[in-house]
């Protein structure tokens, strides 16, 4: 282990910000759309250089979808702007309807997604959008896991054609993905190879599975651990390739355990491979007002959770 | 003038009969307010709209039109397929197995002369106003038009849109809402009633005018209006005046059409009170 570091915090929504604004520098079709959260989701850079792209919607989300559909039929590429829980189930017909089954090419990009939104408490932290918007057919779902992925992911959905769900998050986190990197939509990046137990993870649960990877070195355990940033599409047959050589999976994520990475990993495997699978995830619960750690270590999200969850995986092995 | 006001008058009926033997076909369907927005419809697309049957998404420089209340796609498809976007043959098909003439309104089959899905209420504005932001980015002189029920008014979308249309300036899109005061349940005005909706509308900030929308000069002449309206700081909407079933007797002015279909012998019935005037399907 110890195949990753880092040197410095930034928080994933920032990484958001930047690929916006390189967006918008690269492509004239590109606009932004925000319902009354500009400084929350980092897009003053784009507003400042492109004022004439960008749309002020106000409060009103289910508006901000339906003008985005419309916006992509003179060829824009319109990404909009507000938190996770107000990206989805708050619009889900408008997304529904306007949006995928009408197959728009509108990217929701969606901030303080999971219980790391910290002290505003349950009303605001969505957990269960990735199981909302994989549901959708076509829709693309991608969680990137640090400031540079989100970057780049930013980039790579302006070039793919189609909805896209992206979503990140609230708090400072470790930096450590390359600042240069490639990012393929539907491509798993595989973190540390392993041999013993395998580690996926998405969003701000893989520096954790990192950390727990450390640990579980230090227990003589040695951990594949994969980073899938899309959700859907599923990088299959890199799960299964990894699978097949160790035998049993841990998924993580900061997502109830009901709809999210961790069920589309159990469905491909109950399909094709069967093994054992521990979810780390949210017990089907809403979460609550406190510190973004406090709330990571109540709901079991810790890399020690990670750690147990592999330890058990692993004794069900057949 | 590209047709004299008879002539739009003989389109509508036509477009009146195949909206009733669509509908009866398939004993399913949404007949009454098909017929309300007949002579809409027919001069929108016959007589107002600057747009190109050899259908583009884009629709570049041309004018797009957005129906919000997808449940009247009798009458869109009528419109669409007489104008030639497809063999009007195809009208047979409707809401059949692997068709393109969905219940409602779809991009996803490729039926060209549809830019959006619409059936789900209260979306169509906004995605209207999106389509019209674009066409000012772009420079592009094309109009947005879109087409909302009144009883669909009760969606809270629609005033999120109403809201920022006017404060952006969207003055290149005319609205329109089929005012017929029926909805499935009974009257507008007892199930939840719209009150003073000219009001309401100039309180939002926009330039509204009226019409009648069964009076083939007058809503005609609406249209070339609120054309004339355009570019001048403020959306336009016609809140038009219409009534359920309008040109069958027995349909006429009530909610009990808005969703079912005519038997054979009301369909004998009705046929007999709209002139065929450009061959049924």
Same mark, same amino acid.
């Given at each position: ?9 930034? @928080?994933?929504?920032? !990484? ?94 969606? #901030? ?11 009303? +605001? ?27 780049? /992911? ?100 900061? +997502? ?5 990475? !961790? ?21 089907? #619960? ?33 | 003038?590209? =047709? ?46 600057? +747009? ?8 570049? !420089? ?7 209340? !997808? ?32 219940? =409602? ?40 038009? /879109? ?37 499935? @349940? ?96």
């Amino acid at each position: 282990m110890k195949k990753y570091t880092y040197t410095e915090k930034k @928080d994933t929504r920032s !990484g958001f910000g930047a690929g916006l604004h390189e967006a918008g520098k690269r492509n004239e079709n590109v606009v932004a759309l925000c319902a009354d959260l500009v400084g929350s989701l980092k897009m003053d850079a784009f507003i400042k250089d492109f004022p004439e792209r960008f749309v002020q919607v106000g409060i009103a989300e289910a508006n901000m979808m339906g003008i985005a559909a419309g916006l992509t039929i003179n060829g824009k590429i319109p990404f909009t702007g507000t938190f996770a829980n107000f990206s989805t189930g708050r619009v889900y017909d408008q997304i529904r309807q306007s949006i995928a089954y009408s197959n728009k090419n509108v990217k929701i990009c969606a #901030s303080h997604a999971g219980l790391t939104l910290g002290e505003d408490g349950a009303t +605001h932290q969505i957990l269960e959008d990735i199981g909302l918007m994989k549901m959708l057919p076509g829709m693309v779902v991608i969680n990137p896991c640090d400031y540079n992925q989100t970057k780049a /992911a930013t980039l790579a959905i302006m070039e793919y054609e189609g909805p896209v769900y992206l979503r990140f998050g609230r708090p400072v986190i470790p930096v450590f993905t390359p600042e240069d990197q490639k990012f393929e939509i539907g491509k798993a990046w595989m973190v540390n190879e392993g041999t013993d137990v395998t580690i996926i993870a998405t969003g701000h649960m893989v520096w954790r599975a990192i950390e727990a990877g450390e640990k579980l070195a230090e227990l003589g355990i040695d951990a594949e651990i994969i980073n899938i940033h899309t959700i859907k599409p599923l990088d299959e047959e890199a799960i299964l390739k990894s699978v097949k050589k160790t035998g049993c999976v841990v998924t993580c994520e900061e +997502h109830n355990k009901f709809g999210g990475l !961790g069920e589309s990993v159990a469905r491909l495997l109950t399909t094709t491979y069967l093994a054992p699978q521990e979810f780390v995830a949210v017990n089907d #619960s809403f979460g609550e007002s406190a510190t973004p750690d406090q709330l990571m270590t109540k709901y079991k999200l810790d890399p020690s959770d990670i750690v147990a969850a592999a330890q058990k995986v692993m004794k069900r092995k057949v | 003038m590209k =047709h004299s006001i008879s002539e739009l008058e003989d389109i509508a009926s036509q477009v009146r009969r195949d909206c009733l033997r669509m509908v009866h076909a398939v004993q399913s369907g949404h007949p009454g307010a098909s017929l309300g927005c007949a002579d809409f419809f027919t001069a929108l697309y016959f007589e107002v709209l600057n +747009h190109n049957p050899k259908f583009s998404m884009e629709g570049v !420089g041309e004018d797009l039109f957005f129906l919000s209340n !997808g449940h009247i796609s009798p009458v869109w498809y009528s419109v669409l397929a007489r104008s030639g976007y497809f063999e009007v043959s195809e009208l047979a098909t409707f809401r059949k197995l692997d068709s393109r003439l969905q219940g =409602h309104p779809t991009t996803h089959e490729g039926l060209p002369g549809v830019r959006i899905a619409s059936g789900s209420l209260g979306q169509g504005l906004s995605v209207a106003i999106g389509a019209a932001l674009a066409k000012k980015i772009d420079g592009d002189k094309g109009l947005v038009y /879109a087409l909302m029920g009144d009883g669909e008014l009760q969606e809270g979308q629609n005033w999120e849109a109403l809201m920022f249309a006017p404060f952006h300036k969207v003055d290149n899109l005319i609205a329109s809402v089929d005012y017929n005061g029926q909805q499935i @349940d009974g009257p507008t005005e007892k199930v939840l009633s719209l009150e003073n909706l000219q009001a309401k509308f100039e309180a939002f900030g926009w330039h509204v005018i009226t019409s009648d929308g069964n009076d083939m000069a007058e809503i005609t002449k609406a249209l070339h209006y609120a054309k004339s309206l355009t570019g001048k700081g403020k959306p336009i909407l016609n809140l038009m005046s219409t009534q359920m079933g309008y040109g069958v007797d027995f349909m006429v002015g009530t909610h009990k059409w808005h969703g079912s279909a005519p038997s054979d012998a009301q369909l004998e019935t009705a046929l007999g009170q709209l002139k065929e005037t450009a061959g049924d399907y």
